[in-house]
């Protein structure tokens, strides 16, 4: 059963969690490394999906550059499935940090990632984040915590 | 490779295809039966996370009872990564109708979902649905076509 082999989680889980020192340290070319040449992105900012490295290296430019000073970033919940081969993750993610126009920034957000191990490395073929959004008003609802 | 290996694939492209008509006629029941009791789903609505299977009902009452009549489902860009027992996908889908106060819905949506195989059968233990916002509005992007 999947999630009873140890090692192909304890893996996935070390990638994952490598991302809080990257993304505070806004290392946007190891951030790629993880990703496969061809990964399927659904983000949570538009457009509804993104292929292959050079539109991942727009979003992290993107999103990585909008922070003026480190971006902290912290996993909650993760859960992983996986064998040998294929695995999925699920994961909570806290962002705080300071935009370059002075707004503070406290957010929780969803993501999903799906990875194959190529060639004896993981890499991340699928990632999908996203925040809510209130049916009512059709505001993002970005205020909302676990 | 697990993309290679066709079974596991078709199956699981043949659980989500059925989706369609089980959107259409709202049946809650069905589309429960796909799910583990344990599934984890983060929604295009809120909260940020769900788990279980009474969080789904709640979820489906919610989703399919605001319809008058019956909802339009189709999926795109499906890609399934799968091998004999782990599985992930991911699809954008469209759904079209009319709301129980008239309002004519018509929007493309992103989804993630992942499965392993218990007993014989694939079953989703996490799914992930959602759009994009608009940074600058904070709006929910809900018109956006791929």
């Known amino acids: 059963m999947a999630a009873s082999t140890t090692d192909p989680v304890s893996e996935i889980t070390a990638l994952l969690q490598a991302r809080k020192a990257l993304i505070h340290d806004k ?15 659904f983000d ?3 457009p509804l999906a993104r292929q292959g490295t050079d539109a ?6 993107t999103w990585l550059g909008g922070y003026d000073g480190p971006i902290d970033f912290a996993i909650h919940d993760l859960a992983v499935t996986a064998n040998d081969e294929v695995g999925f993750a699920h994961y909570l993610y806290r962002v705080t940090g300071t935009m370059t126009d002075g707004a503070a920034v406290d957010m929780w957000l969803r993501a999903t990632v799906g990875l194959v191990k190529r060639d004896g490395v993981w890499q991340i073929t699928h990632e999908h984040t996203s925040v809510p959004f ?9 205020e909302l915590t676990p």
Request: net charge negative; proline share 6%; glycine share 4%.
């Open 56 to 61: 991942l290296r727009e979003k992290l430019a």
């Open 27 to 41: 290392d946007s070319s190891a951030l790629i490394a993880q990703s496969a040449p061809d990964v399927v992105s």
């Open 44 to 46: 949570a900012l538009p």
């Open 134 to 142: 209130d049916a009512a008003t059709g505001q993002a609802a970005l």
